[in-house]
């Protein structure tokens, strides 16, 4: 899958979610909380996968939680001197546990079944996630204890680039993951 990159305004495109998913929040009796600081403008990535990968964050966190508050919090942060973009999705939600998150972001994994039957799904939505934000070099994280609510993060470049064969680096050179989970902020 290959990426189209183009140049937008994040803050429109966060607007765009949360009108969006609106009625799933009022669903459930939720409210939605954005806070977008101030360092953050525009983005050059794949506006589309970005989308979806917020999308499926915020609308999962709709679906699990119940009179509660989701929250997105988008800022821009630089790691090792190049501009990433981070979004937090929170939630007050029903949490995941340690073994759920074993099988978080793979294919037609849920939870357990009595959550499958009760929230419904098909498991694909964190796996097409967690797939989208590989193919931008970026990196995905959940924080969760049942009960308390989830948080995750997702940090993309704020200039996406696509690597041809020419640019790739080498086998054994470090990837941007692995970089930003040395240097993650808390």
Request: glycine content about 6%; some cysteine.
């Amino acid at each position: 899958m290959g990426l189209h990159i183009e140049t937008f305004d994040v803050s429109q495109m966060i607007e765009e979610m949360v009108t969006t998913l609106q009625p799933a929040a009022a669903k459930n009796a939720n409210s939605i909380h954005v806070h977008l600081a101030e360092n953050v403008s525009v983005m050059r990535a794949d506006i589309t996968k970005v989308r979806q990968i917020l999308f499926n964050l915020l609308s999962n966190a709709c679906k699990f939680t119940d009179q509660g508050t989701i929250s997105v919090d988008v800022d821009q942060i630089k790691v090792e001197e190049r501009a990433w973009i981070q979004f937090r999705v929170s939630d007050t939600g029903i949490g995941i546990s340690a073994k759920q998150k074993e099988n978080l972001f793979h294919e037609f994994a849920q939870a357990d079944a009595s959550i499958a039957r009760k929230y419904g799904g098909t498991g694909l939505g964190l796996a097409i996630t967690h797939r989208f934000v590989q193919l931008m070099k970026g990196q995905i994280d959940v924080e969760s204890e049942p009960g308390k609510g989830a948080i995750f993060t997702v940090q993309l470049p704020a200039q996406v680039v696509i690597e041809t064969n020419e640019s790739a680096p080498s086998e054994g050179a470090g990837d941007a993951s692995a970089t930003i989970s040395a240097t993650k902020r808390t």
